[in-house]
């Protein structure tokens, strides 16, 4: 098969995303929403073409053409698609195509359905290029598209302005830790350069990275990782995640959830040679991971938006995610961002399912009951709040007690409690939102309950599809006392053979059960609190101190306002009414009112008086002459 | 002293004295007569530097046609107020003179000038002389004074015309 | 026998004397009288150089000069005699028009 083919895979969508930007409006709603969703169909489809051929070859690429030509520095527009690269190109279009086909149904009311499509178009797209690009500057252009495309989804009802200000967050936020990223990129660059080698691709640089001195590698991967803070949302720059939830629900569910945040664990796997040779940045990166999750988990427990309690969700997961990182565990964070997409996505489509179906209402404390009249959504609920709790045989488990026995098993102690207790929290704040949105008593008001249907089936298929994920996929990485990993096996290429058994198969039984016992508590807590009928009217008086401090998310906002923007904005205010006017234009002004000074002085001479003038001449000559006197003395 | 030292000294003395007269006199009248006679002074200077034919010319068209001219003017114009004078302007114009003169003669003053005066032929400054370097060596020169002398006359006509 | 120093010097005291006369005097035809001067002395200067290096160029200058004056003379009264129509006035003074 021809290599041509991978251009294609980020230019179908790009292409949907043109055409329905010129032609969508005369097209109609229905018709530019059906083609956005063909072209991401149209992707998903080449992918799996090239997941199934991709073992005979062990990777693809396409030159498409030369970008940067500088010296003996070359940076080609150029894509590839090895094992990683599929698997991730699997997520993004095929779990794409089923949000395509969800905003069918949940943006159909919508006067702007079609400018929705255009940028979720336009985001696959720049995610495509992201996770295709075969050097770290084509994964930066992705990174950064993805960030805009981001910014331009959560502020989509732009009419409102939190939703703005929610989407500027965002974009500001990510835009601190790109900083990082792009320093990160200049010193690797130069670094490289001092030793004779010039390049940005990921081949050329794992081959050279070990020319470089230990101090750097950290210093860079340092750097690379504070992208990634501001990308997947880790502490301390997460703050723009649960601000996100303003976009519609698709728009959360695929950007915030399934494949954007991913972007910062993808980079750390691709670039997984140079971390690999920077312990100290990997002990930083697993302490961070595991702080946030259990941070995010605790802000979870007391939330009463829907929505928000997924946002702290994902936040917490995602420090799962980089705490296997910081632990050298590739493969384990790349499992759990696959699984994590599916059963990720479903809470989140089910949960604009059932946004939806009241009507627009967001507070779980007027909902309830619904699971009589939203049976398909209910069920899917289940299914996913199952998986991310790390119930047995569901997606969720496998992949989150491969990242504990990792932690374990390299020796982290305390770094596993705090996953163990952050895995408890996990399975008690999933099961009490399960338990406060579809049990008990419907405590909706009146319009709401009038309203209450169950979503059209271009909204459910992509639901129960979802649900299977989020328990067979996770099959895909059993440990080794039960039927093997075939998901080591298929990244080994990649990340070398899996690794040898840190401990005894006994020991990971040990600690696998040991997490199960927490998990069920947390769910015996939740049903304890929530589930039981009767019990939901006791809580709403349960207030203390740490309750108050986590549904306020510990003040971070209100701390980071007043130690950062307050300053910020105090010394922007002072350049633009004091330096500005003052100095600049005094400075300006001032050579003006200079000349015009002098000018003013020097005007007196142009008397008009022909014999002034003489006088001068006179004097001219005067000066010339006592010159040529000097000269001749 | 002998006689030519004599002759010039007077007629230094006396050039001077004109010209003080034609700068500092009230009347215009008087000051155009003044100046006639500076004119004489410097012709006989002329003829005494063995330039006869330049000094002749001298008075025929300088001190004959040109004052003439002035004169015409003056009388055609007929300025009636006598000018006022201005100490301050008077006395910093007469400075700077003093000092172009107090430059000029160091200058002049330099020590590889002749002293005396070549050996001059009889023919020396007559008209033949004269002639002979005007119509060979400067004949181009010659020409375009005539051209000159012609755009002379008709830019005065038309400045000096009556407007109808 | 006189040296070529004092008809220098004669000359340039005349034209001093005539340079005095343009700057002070504010009566346009008696400046043009003190330019006449000044070009006079250059003459002198002309004729006296002529006699002591032995060249008739000198005098074949100032035969150039006089033409030139008499057109300039003719052209500068010319112009005088314009601008007393338009100005009843031959005082320099009260024509600075072209003051700041």
Redesign the interface.
Known sequence: MSTDLLRWIPLIPLLGSVINLFFGRAMGKQRAGALASAAVGASFALACYLFWQLPATGIFRDLVYTWIQSGSFQVNLAFQVDALTAVMLLVVTGIGFLIHLYSLGYMGHDADMVRFFIYLNLFIFFMLVLIMGDNLLLLFVGWEGVGLCSYLLIGFWYHDDNNTIAGNKAFIVNRIGDLGFIIGIFVLVAELGRQGIWTLDFGELQKHVKMLSPGTITLITFLLFIGATGKSAQLPLFVWLPDAMAGPTPVSALIHAATMVTAGVYMTARLHFLFALAPATLAVIAVIGAATAFFAATIALTQNDIKKVLAYSTVSQLGYMFLAVGMGAFGAAIFHVFTHAFFKACLFLGSGSVIHALGGEQDMRKMGGLKTHMPKTYWTYVVATLAIAGVPFTAGFFSKDLILWQTFSHGAGILWGVGLLTAGMTAFYMFRQLFMVFHGECRADDHAKAHLHESPAVMTWPLMILAVGAIFTGWLGAPEYLWGSRWDHWLAPIFGPAAEHHGTVSTELLVTALTLAVVAAGIYLAYLMYGKPGAQTAQQTANGIFYDISLNKYYVDEIYDFVFVRPFTALATFFASIVDPWVIDGAVNGMAATVRGFSTVWRGLQTGNVQHYAAMFLVGALALLAYYLGQLS | MDT??LI?YLL?TL??IA??L??FLRN?VH??LA?VS??LL?AV??VT???P??GV??VM??AG??MV??LF??M??N?AAL??QRGL??G???M??????G????????ND????????TEL??SPE??AK??FS??VL?FEI?SV??L???I???V??KREN | MIALHYYLILSAVVFAIGVVGVLIRRNLIVILMSIELMLNAVNLTFIAFSRYLGSTDGQVAVFFVMAVAAAEAVIGLAIIISVYRHRQSLDPQEMQLLKW
């Open positions: 030519a030292s010039f230094a050039l001077v010209s003080l034609v700068v215009v000051c155009a100046l500076a004119l410097i200077l002329f530097l063995q330039a034919m330049v010319l001298q068209v300088y046609a040109i001219l002035f003017v003056i055609l114009l300025p000018e006022r302007w008077w910093f114009g007469a700077l003179a003093l000092m172009l003169a430059v000029l003669v160091p200058l002049v003053m330099t000038l002749p002293a005396d005066p070549v050996a001059a020396f400054g002389m004269l370097s005007l060596d400067f020169p004074a000159l002398l755009v002379a006359i830019g005065a006509v400045l000096a």
